[in-house]
């Protein structure tokens, strides 16, 4: 079975800042997603960035970016110039690629990111 | 375009009484998705149905639980008899199919207490 780990229970940022947000998973499969979806309080949950593991290139979605480290097992989110309103939850996913198993995420215990003025 | 709609957003109830909730998911969403989610706690899958069927529901807790999508629109989840160990959030999620590529987008969830 799949997990997927997030070791920061909360972080920290000051607006304009540049915030990581760490996530390690483990699987014993080579095709598969991962996803960052942020949640904020009493709103639903978004996606905001993916990455296919057969692609090297990290994911980038303007101020988002990740830094995937397929053999290390670690996906990590960079968020540049924060802003008030990228305090939220946020997960980190995982999704099987192959046909049975595909449609289900499985996401980590999540980390609570405040942004300061 | 209107997004997954559930209701109701809060719902206070006493132990051993039942609840319902629904969802309507995103319109031409074929799977639907039921989850579960704890204070403090990511979303665990409870079932997913593709248009009426369940296709997945091993983590449904079946004695007290039952859902169903009778013509594979909305989708309503019960609890009978709701237990104090079942406060948490319930959220419904739509795709427009399983592929791993095909997002699910959420509701805003039901938050439930149990009293």
């Known amino acids: 079975a799949q997990t997927v780990t997030q070791s920061q229970p909360e972080m920290s940022v000051q607006e304009a800042e540049t915030v990581t947000l760490s996530c390690t998973y483990d699987?014993?499969?080579?095709?598969?997603?991962l996803f960052w979806y942020k949640q904020p309080p009493s709103r639903q949950m978004i996606l905001v960035i993916r990455?296919?593991?057969?692609?090297?290139q990290n994911a980038t979605e303007n101020r988002f970016s990740v830094n995937f480290q397929k053999a290390a097992k670690s996906f990590s989110l960079k968020i540049s110039d924060s802003q008030l309103g990228d305090a939220a939850m946020y997960f980190c996913?995982?999704?099987?690629?192959?046909?049975?198993?595909?449609?289900?995420?499985?996401f980590g215990t999540g980390t609570r990111l405040q942004v300061t003025l | 375009e209107a997004g997954v709609v559930q209701s109701p957003r809060y719902k206070i109830i006493e132990k051993k009484q039942p609840v319902a909730f629904w969802c309507n998911p995103i319109s031409g969403h074929n799977t639907l998705y039921w989850y579960l989610q704890n204070l403090g706690q990511g979303p665990e899958l409870l079932i997913r149905?593709?248009?009426?069927?369940?296709?997945?529901d091993s983590q449904l807790p079946k004695d007290r639980f039952s859902a169903e999508r009778l013509k594979g629109v909305d989708s309503t989840l019960k609890i009978q008899p709701a237990e104090l160990g079942d406060s948490a959030v319930y959220l419904c999620?739509?795709?427009?199919?399983?592929?791993?590529?095909?997002?699910?987008?959420f509701g805003p969830g039901t938050r439930l207490t149990v009293l």
């Open positions: 990455q296919e593991a057969y692609k090297q």
């Open positions: 996913a995982y999704r099987s690629a192959y046909r049975g198993t595909a449609s289900k995420l499985t």
């Open positions: 999620a739509s795709s427009s199919g399983t592929a791993s590529y095909n997002e699910q987008f």
């Open positions: 149905y593709e248009n009426e069927e369940a296709v997945d």
């Open positions: 699987t014993s499969e080579s095709d598969y997603y």
